[in-house]
C-alpha cells in the first residue's frame, strides 16, 4: 500500500509561480513511477507530468511542456512540480499518483487526495 498527500496548491496570478509537492509512504512507495494529474470542473482528469522511479524518464503534456517540471527526491520520498508562468487554464485539483510509466490515468494505482490550483488573471 501506498499512500500519497500533495501539498503546494493555492492562488498565484497569470505569470506566477507555484511548487507541488507530493509526499509518498508505503513500503516500495519509491520504486513507482510518479505522476500528477489535474482535473478541472466539469472535464476529465488530465495528464501533466510523469517521472520513473530512478528518474531517467521524464513526460509532459505539451500544455505545459517548457513551463513546468518534474521531479522527485527517492531519499525524501516526495515527488515535485514546479510550475512556471501558470496560465488561468492551468487552473484545476493537482493530483500525484504512483503507478507504470504511462499518460493513462486509469493504469495509477495510488492516488493523493488532490490540491487546489487557482490563477488569477
Known amino acids: 500500500q501506498v499512500q500519497l498527500v500533495e501539498s503546494g496548491g493555492g492562488l498565484v496570478q497569470a505569470g506566477g509561480s507555484l511548487r507541488l509537492s507530493c509526499a509518498a509512504s508505503?513500503?516500495?512507495?519509491?520504486?513507482?513511477?510518479m505522476g500528477w494529474f489535474r482535473q478541472a470542473p466539469g472535464k476529465e482528469r488530465d495528464f501533466v507530468a510523469y517521472?520513473?522511479?530512478?528518474?531517467?524518464?521524464?513526460h509532459y503534456a505539451d500544455s505545459v511542456k517548457g513551463r513546468f517540471t518534474i521531479s522527485r527526491d527517492n531519499a525524501k520520498n516526495t515527488v515535485y512540480l514546479q510550475m512556471n508562468s501558470l496560465k488561468p487554464e492551468d487552473a484545476a485539483v493537482y493530483y500525484c499518483?504512483?503507478?507504470?510509466?504511462?499518460?493513462?490515468?486509469?493504469?495509477?494505482?495510488?492516488w493523493g487526495q488532490g490540491t487546489q490550483v487557482t490563477v488569477s488573471s
Open positions: 499518483a504512483a503507478g507504470p510509466t504511462t499518460i493513462a490515468s486509469g493504469a495509477y494505482k495510488y
Open positions: 508505503g513500503r516500495t512507495s519509491n520504486t513507482y513511477t
Open positions: 517521472i520513473s522511479w530512478s528518474g531517467g524518464s521524464l
